[in-house]
């Protein structure tokens, strides 16, 4: 999470009442700002290193990963320049029930089925609002009905380190010895979590456990209509507890379906490998769902759920909602008969088969239209994900 991300989650005044859906319009904004704020910082740093028309990694460094306690506590090296892409590589699954060191990003490991079905008390019912893989971690934001609860699951592979602050703190390793115990989760020993590590503006019920040897899962459950300066009654926390547990209690962890998306793209990057999948699903002012499907190929293997790297290099996002009606005299030009949005490293092309398609990467203008002419939306796609693919890399 970036500074300004955590900034912009303190609440303001209460405003009038309003016609837009504003906590929806900040949850797609937000991440949205993330993921072009991190490519935005990698082109920067690689424009001033001398870098030219290919995405490219430059071989300065540009900060160690924060995987200690505190500023001055060990940090992992410096990535190498020049990775082995790899975007498709399945780790071995272990048979001794420890956790695999790392996870395939093309493979879900969190399977949230049983936690979605419908509920007798429909109120209470979750969906799925954003699904993110990478190699070390995985995370699934679910809302209620009414999109006032909110739960997190963030699953670690045996190589991760779980990481998480209160605002304003360096983020510190998760030592679960220091939580308050919680029973098991399925047969191992549990832990309640201080509430504000993880959903930095809001004091959550957290329960973590190991779900292998070596392999942590957290779950989080915020009420969003708590006041940011107050802490939740102990009747509320109790509620909060009973939500996370049942959502833990729900979950299967393991090895599962494949990550898909509406479109593919050539190859993978110079110097970079895939980092990431997102896929994010919401509903427009207007009552419209719509999906947002990003890929991310970088150098650094970020293993802080709650952070992004510095360094992302390349981005490609499918948004099956985004028009120029959304941000009117923001598409000023046009690239193939295609109302286009083009700044610095940045460019978005509306109406390519139904989608918007953005491109986050440290490439000169032609070079950049050029990269996004090379993505090719599958066919159907838009209205139909049974069509989208699992091969979102071509050779």
Known sequence: MKDEDVLSAFREAPLPPSGVDVARAVRTGRRQRRMRA????????????????????????????????????????????CPSPSPTAAPPVPTDGSAPASFDVLRHWVDVTEVTRPQADTDSDLH????????????????????????????????????????GDFPGVVDAARG????????????????????????????????????????????????????????????????????????????????????????????????????YRGTKADGTPFSRTAVTFGRVD???PLRFPPDVITTVDADSGATPADKP?????????????????????????????????????????AYASSVRIVDGAHGDESKWTDRPIRP
Request: charged share 20%.
């Open 38 to 81: 991190a490519g935005a910082a990698g082109a920067l740093a690689l424009l001033l290193a001398g870098s030219a028309a290919v995405p490219a990694w430059f071989t300065g460094g540009v900060g160690q990963s924060q995987v200690g306690a505190t500023p001055e506590a060990t940090r992992e090296p410096l990535p190498p320049p």
């Open 128 to 167: 799925v609002e954003d699904f993110t893989t990478a190699r070390f971690w995985q995370r699934v934001s679910l809302l209620d009905r009414a999109e006032r609860f909110r739960v997190e699951v963030a699953v670690f592979a045996g190589g991760g380190k779980p990481m998480f602050g209160a605002p």
């Open 180 to 279: 308050e115990p919680a029973g098991q989760v399925g047969g191992r020993p549990a832990w309640w979590l201080p509430g504000r590590q993880g959903m930095y503006q809001y004091d959550a019920a957290r329960l973590a456990w190991q779900w292998a040897d070596g392999g942590w899962a957290f779950v989080s459950a915020a009420d969003t209509a708590q006041q940011s300066d107050q802490q939740p009654s102990a009747e509320a926390m109790a509620v909060l507890r009973a939500t996370a547990q049942r959502v833990a209690d729900a979950l299967t962890i393991g090895r599962g379906t494949a990550v898909t998306t509406p479109f593919t793209v050539p190859g993978v990057p110079k110097c970079s490998r895939l980092t990431r999948t997102t896929v």
């Open 302 to 304: 970020n293993t802080d």
């Open 329 to 369: 005299g923001s598409a000023d030009e046009q690239v193939d008969g295609h109302p286009a949005v083009i700044n610095e490293g940045f460019l978005v092309l509306h109406d390519v088969d139904g989608f918007a398609l953005e491109i986050t990467a440290p490439l000169p203008r032609d070079a950049l239209i």
